[in-house]
């Protein structure tokens, strides 16, 4: 059974008025953006958290500290683009990639195919193998009271 690896991530940011809010590396429009060290783009990190998951690598802490200033205010892109690499060289290919947004507002739904598209892009997969979704918490606790958003998602690896 050592054909194929799943992996799990999950990442959660809260919002800050000072900074663009940039998810899957597009720029959606909002009144705050992310609190973070890089660009704090919670969809990439939950899909390099579970990327690095699925090898038994560690989480993004562990490879791109963020006590380290040469990643503050880096696009995520660049992370995904480096364990998409590590990826590779330890042998394996990415079948597919699933996620989830939780987020009261902003409302998501227009900007999902283009997500989608810039992480496949990246990635250098597909855009069907990449799915990127989004629900609301339902006015429940934090997410809720529009103090963030998290995101979760799965990556399943081949040999």
Request: proline content about 5%.
């Amino acid at each position: 059974m050592s054909g194929f690896r799943i992996g799990q991530g999950f990442d959660v940011h809260p919002f800050a008025r000072d900074r663009k809010l940039i998810l899957g590396g597009v720029e959606i429009p909002h009144a705050a953006g992310l609190a973070g060290h890089s660009d704090a783009d919670a969809l990439c990190h939950a899909i390099c958290d579970a990327l690095l998951g699925a090898m038994s690598l560690g989480d993004m802490g562990q490879h791109f500290p963020d006590t380290d200033p040469k990643y503050r205010g880096k696009s995520s892109l660049f992370f995904l683009e480096r364990v998409s690499a590590l990826v590779a060289e330890k042998g394996w290919r990415i079948a597919n990639i699933d996620s989830t947004i939780v987020t009261e507002d902003p409302i998501l739904r227009p900007h999902i195919d283009p997500m989608r598209r810039k992480i496949a892009q990246t990635l250098q997969l597909e855009a069907d193998r990449v799915s990127v979704k989004a629900t609301r918490p339902e006015k429940l606790g934090a997410l809720g009271r529009k103090e963030g958003l998290l995101v979760l998602a799965m990556a399943l690896l081949q040999k």
